[in-house]
């Protein structure tokens, strides 16, 4: 663990290496574990997800946990030819996944933790 330095910022502050998130299908009704190693591109369904970052609140403060994640919609098999479709780049809450919620029709995700 890294302290980010941020004098005085409010928020998440110690950076980790892997961002642990949930995934949706609302489809099926499945719930799956998506574990998302920054940098590297990490596939959900048709969704590309990549962790830019993941911090936490030190032990001291009241927990919480965000990413900041770029999600992107792949093309079907069927259109290769299709560019990618960008739907959603910003942080994610674990406390509130309603203030930066993704627009999918089919699929949802979520930040849980943080993991070195």
Not at 16 to 23: I, T, Y
Not at 46 to 67: K, Q, Y
Not at 88 to 107: D, I, K, M, Q
């Amino acid at each position: 663990m890294v302290l980010a330095t941020a004098a005085g910022a409010e928020g998440p502050v110690l950076d980790h290496r892997v961002a642990v998130l949930q995934g949706l299908d609302k489809v099926t009704a499945r719930v799956s574990p998506i574990r998302a190693p920054l940098g590297i591109p990490t596939y959900f369904g048709t969704l590309e997800i990549v962790a830019r970052s993941c911090r936490e609140t030190p032990p001291t403060e009241p927990p919480e946990s965000a990413a900041f994640l770029e999600i992107r919609e792949l093309p079907p098999a069927s259109d290769a030819q299709a560019p990618p479709v960008d739907l959603f780049s910003g942080w994610r809450f674990a406390s509130s996944p309603a203030v930066s919620a993704l627009e999918h029709p089919v699929y949802d995700v979520w930040v849980v933790d943080c993991e070195e």
